[in-house]
């Protein structure tokens, strides 16, 4: 049970957390490829028109500031791309993790989100044509994350599907709180 009171819990987690799918059939992923392609531009519907005060609000008490969560997401799904490529060109790598807090307070998390909003349609354009050209067996290559252990790409997909839209709801939660 979470000791986060819930008030909490549904601004730092507005989609409810991530709970792995159980099976995994070809609609889900083709609906998951849908939404790390639509990802850049739900991104940018959420924080267009935001004020340079606004991009530092953070969207929770205790959270990152909406610039963070933007840089996070390019980080993250830089990240992702690369784990991705890894497992489809080796045979089960061990991928590295990466402390994302410190990350977000590194000095590039200052750059005008602009960056990274432009970084995600670069990336997400060049992943999505990726995902959509692996073959069903592909789905099944595996890499081993240091604290998740094994993953396989289909469940990986999942997870960064879910990804964007819980940091994108975070945002349009906030904006909608506070009437932005």
């Not at 083709?30 to 392609?37: H, K, L, P, S, T």
């Not at 929770?60 to 791309?81: I, K, N, P, Y």
């Not at 991928?95 to 989100?113: E, H, K, L």
Request: aromatic share 8%.
């Amino acid at each position: 049970m979470s000791s986060v009171p819930p008030a909490l819990e549904a601004r730092q987690y507005p989609l409810g957390r991530f709970v792995p799918p159980a099976a995994i059939g070809e609609a889900d992923r083709n609906q998951w490829i849908a939404a790390v392609a639509a990802l850049p531009a739900e991104l940018r519907r959420a924080t267009e028109g935001l004020t340079p005060s606004q991009w530092e609000t953070a969207y929770r008490e205790g959270g990152w500031t909406l610039r963070q969560v933007v840089h996070h997401l390019a980080d993250s799904h830089m990240m992702a791309f690369t784990r991705f490529k890894l497992a489809l060109t080796q045979s089960e790598p061990t991928i590295n993790a990466y402390d994302q807090a410190a990350w977000a307070a590194s000095a590039d998390a200052q750059a005008a989100p602009e960056v990274s909003l432009r970084l995600l349609e670069a990336l997400h354009e060049r992943w999505a044509r990726l995902l959509r050209s692996l073959a069903p067996a592909d789905w099944q290559r595996t890499f081993r994350h240091p604290e998740r252990g094994l993953m396989t790409l289909e469940a990986n997909l999942a997870l960064y599907a879910w990804h964007g839209r819980h940091h994108t709801a975070q945002i349009a939660a906030l904006r909608e709180a506070r009437a932005w």
